[in-house]
Structures are given as structure tokens and as C-alpha cells.
């Protein structure tokens, strides 16, 4: 056996049987229950981590810049929470979901959704506050649609 391997492997010297380390009682189980036994054998080879090395301090410091200068401010944040919030409802999600499809009138999203044209001129007013439909104004018509297309992709993954 070569004891070099298993010195790296069990923890013992060129003089020594070897032996499992670890814990004051013996054991060499590691978290998930396994024994170095069970990981490495006498004879195996023993190599390196393959793990990119650690960056600089600088580097690190760089990197941690580059994220705060891409990042929102804090009323862009406020922005973001407000949109997300007007979306954590199920009555909304239908609509955004029947305007996903098309460019609808409040009697139209009512009867779409299944609710009273009320409530979806209440839901709507949510949604308008928070930016996430916008209104088209033809004479006495205002006729709904989703604000931006990338909630379309959160609304119904897979179609645009």
C-alpha cells in the first residue's frame, strides 16, 4: 500500500496502520453520514480542488462597485415594489392575463374575466397606478392594454 496517498487521505505517517481522523471519538463521518473510508481508499489518487482561485481583494472590491453602480436607486427599487405588489392578486392576474391576449374595453374585461365592470374599473385603477396597463382613449372608449411586453412573458410564460 502506499502510505504516501493514505497519509493524505487518512491522516497517518510512513510508520503507521492506517487509520480514519476526525472527531475526538474516531470517527471520520463527515455531514452527510459518510466515513473517509467510504470516499477515499487506500491507494487512491488525491488531487487538488479544481475551484477557481479565490479573487483579490481588490478584485472583490471592484466587482462589489460594479453591482451597486448597475443596481436601481431606492425610488427605483419603490417603483419595482409597487408593480410587483399590484401583480400579487388573483382578480388582477386575470386581467392582465385576458389583456396578455388583447387590447380590451372595461364591459369587454368584465365579461372576459367573469367579474362586475366595477370591480374591474377598481382593479384596473391599481393596475394603472402601479404602470402595469396602460389606456387608449377613442372618443368615448378606453380600451386597455398590458404597459409593457416584458410582463407579458411573467403573465403567460411561453407566449408573446
Known amino acids: 500500500m502506499n502510505t ?3 497519509t493524505l487521505a487518512y491522516g497517518v505517517g ?3 496502520e492506517p487509520r480514519q481522523t476526525g472527531e475526538a471519538g ?5 455531514a452527510h453520514g459518510a466515513s473517509a473510508s467510504t470516499l477515499l481508499h487506500a491507494g487512491d489518487e488525491v488531487r487538488p480542488f479544481d475551484a ?12 462589489v462597485q460594479s453591482v451597486r ?20 392578486d388573483p ?3 386575470a386581467i392582465l392575463n385576458a389583456l396578455a391576449i388583447a387590447e380590451l374595453r372595461v364591459s369587454e374585461l368584465a365579461e372576459a374575466v367573469g367579474m ?4 374591474v374599473s377598481h382593479q384596473l385603477r391599481v393596475l394603472r397606478a402601479a404602470r402595469v396597463v396602460a389606456v387608449r382613449r377613442e372618443g368615448k372608449n378606453a380600451w386597455y392594454s398590458m404597459a409593457d411586453d416584458a410582463l407579458v412573458c411573467l403573465i403567460r410564460p411561453g407566449q408573446q
Open 14 to 16: 510512513d510508520d503507521e
Open 26 to 30: 474516531g470517527s471520520a463521518e463527515g
Open 4 to 6: 504516501k496517498r493514505a
Open 69 to 88: 453602480r448597475s443596481m436601481p436607486d431606492d425610488a427605483g427599487l419603490h417603483r419595482l415594489s409597487e408593480r410587483l405588489k399590484a401583480l400579487a
Open 91 to 93: 382578480s388582477r392576474l
Open 116 to 119: 362586475s365592470q366595477s370591480a
Open 52 to 63: 477557481a482561485p479565490f479573487p483579490s481583494l481588490e478584485e472583490a472590491r471592484e466587482r
